[in-house]
């Protein structure tokens, strides 16, 4: 399975087709807007500002994690924008674990898929950074911000 052949729909039902995005990084973030780490919002609209030339940033809304996602699609596309000035996409709520996980997230936490590593989705914005190539360059818990050496390093090489 190639990340460019899955497919997951944006906030308001259309198809994002990964492979749209083939030469540039891609950044996972699964996102909650009534979580401490909420406001890392404003990082990943700064990041996607500031290297969109270089990186994809893809919010991922998830309700798996203490509940902190409960709103519909209109209610988290307006939380986005009135709050934080999000215009990165932002996609259909999913569930990133479990026996209802995504195809997205069972390539990006299963090495069988992405040939890289496994991985455990841990919590609200943890961060999963693809590379121009397709492939899995590696995850970043939840503490790490959007705007981190860990993350930036890719995009200034």
Do not use: R
Request: proline share 4%; hydrophobic share 30%; aromatic share 14%.
């Amino acid at each position: 399975m190639n990340i460019y052949n899955i497919e997951i729909n944006s906030l308001q039902n259309t198809p994002i087709l990964l492979s749209d995005f083939k030469g540039k990084y891609i950044l996972f973030v699964n996102v909650a807007s009534k979580c401490g780490f909420t406001p890392q919002y404003k990082d990943l609209e700064e990041l996607h500002k500031t290297y969109n030339d270089k990186i994809v940033v893809i919010g991922v809304p998830c309700n798996q994690f203490g509940k902190q996602e409960p709103g519909s699609f209109s209610e988290i596309e307006e939380f986005c924008e009135v709050n934080y000035g999000v215009s990165f996409l932002i996609t259909e709520k999913i569930d990133v674990k479990g026996k209802n996980q995504n195809p997205l997230y069972t390539w990006l936490t299963s090495k069988k898929f992405n040939n890289k590593k496994n991985s455990t989705v841990k919590w609200n914005f943890q961060k999963y950074l693809v590379s121009p190539e397709g492939e899995l360059v590696d995850y970043y818990f939840s503490i790490t911000k959007p705007l981190s050496s860990k993350i930036i390093k890719h995009l200034k090489s």
